[in-house]
């Protein structure tokens, strides 16, 4: 029998990798002589560096960089051939900052744009740029300007770090971007449908959670407004309404208007960059899982994309999570066969979250044993 293991990470607990690696182990203990394949996944956001790193058997690159501060911190890309993989979080994501140290006026992503540009200059070819996690509100115009790009106010003067500073911009300037920034292809993983403005916009949704009140968020907001006026005209084309411009604090608009980005939904990107289609063919068995399966599941997380695919190719799913909440005809519409939660009976979430490993294996182990007995001899 082929099994194929495609979790997410469950967070607070195990990566993808160490996921799959338990679910492995359960599935051997039902079945000595299963082909297992492991695929471990992720949806665009945290752990997808290490996810794609391991299915494609790249490499992490450390480097010094700025935090969102402009601090100096440790950060890590991926290279895997002519792809780098970033993760804005690495750089600018809100766990490098304290809570008395948030403040997306002038919170900057300059970091994710210099291992950006590290990468590039190391040989790659192609980015994949995570978001999810940061720190900014900047219209991603920090990362840009580590790149070559100038903001400029009325008077030619580069703009300070920070969104606050976007109400002055009057016009960019790329003539210091190098070749290898304008020649790159961007692919940028990006698992929500916000706008760049408005009441689901980057300032209104996503600020307040970065440290932001009421006049910070209206202060942002015009902010964002003005640096929309002036990226599409410079860019000519139209960004400000498209889904996901909003993502990030607005970083995804600035790669799209300025380096052409495309935005794609991340556990469908991560799919196709390692393979996974391929490794479903002849499979008799999919496993997947995350921390937590709800009504949010069918919105680009992983456990939905497996299920799409394995569907589509009339293979049994399997899901595994830690709870397990919601209506489970959703979930089987998601293409999923079941939905097992690793609870044995009440507990407390930081009780499963330290014991996470060894349930994840026995609850792989009796899910294909189940599997196995209802199948038709």
């Known amino acids: 029998m082929k099994v194929v293991i495609a979790p997410d990470s469950f967070k607070g607990s195990l990566t993808a990798a160490l996921a799959a690696r338990a679910i492995e182990r359960g599935v051997r203990a039902a079945l000595p002589r299963a082909v297992t394949v492991l695929k ?73 744009g210099q291992l950006m540009r590290a990468a590039l200059e190391g040989g790659a070819h192609e980015l994949l740029v995570c978001l999810g996690g940061s720190a900014t509100v ?18 030619g003067q580069p703009l300070p770090p920070g969104g606050a500073a976007l109400l002055d911009l009057a016009q960019i300037d790329d003539l210091q971007v190098p070749p290898a920034v304008r020649t790159a292809r961007v692919r940028v993983a990006c698992d929500v449908t916000n706008p760049l403005l408005g009441p689901q916009g980057a300032s209104a949704v996503f600020a307040p959670q970065k440290g932001a009140g009421p006049r910070e968020v209206a202060l942002l907001e015009a902010a964002l407004a003005r640096f929309a006026q002036v990226l599409e005209a410079h860019a000519r084309r139209p960004v400000r309404n498209q889904p996901g411009a909003g993502a990030a604090g607005g970083a995804a608009a600035g790669l799209v208007g300025l380096l052409r980005a495309t935005l794609e939904p991340g556990a469908a990107l991560v799919a ?41 190719r009339a293979v049994p799913c399997l899901a595994l999570a830690g709870s397990v909440t919601g209506d489970l005809g959703d979930l089987h519409a998601l293409g999923l066969s079941a939905a097992l939660s690793l609870a044995r009976g009440p507990a407390r979430q930081e009780e499963l979250m330290r014991a996470a490993e060894p349930l994840l294996e026995a609850a792989a182990e009796q899910a294909v044993r189940l599997f196995v007995s209802a199948r038709p001899r």
């Open 40 to 112: 471990p996944m992720a949806d665009g956001g945290e752990g997808t560096l290490d996810a794609l790193v391991s299915a494609l058997g790249g490499e992490r690159l450390h480097l010094e960089v700025q935090d969102p501060l402009g601090r100096p911190v440790r950060a890590a890309y991926g290279r895997c051939g002519q792809l780098a993989v970033i993760e804005l979080a690495a750089a600018s994501g809100l766990p490098l900052l304290t809570g008395a140290e948030r403040d997306p006026l002038r919170s900057d992503s300059f970091g994710t």
């Open 138 to 155: 900047d219209g991603g115009s920090g990362l840009l300007r580590a790149l070559g790009f100038r903001f400029l106010d009325a008077r």
């Open 272 to 312: 196709d960059a390692i393979h996974l289609d391929a490794a479903l063919e002849s499979a008799d068995l999919v496993i997947s899982g995350e921390g937590r399966l709800d009504a949010q599941t069918a919105s680009g997380k992983v456990v939905a994309e497996v299920g799409r695919r394995a569907r589509a």
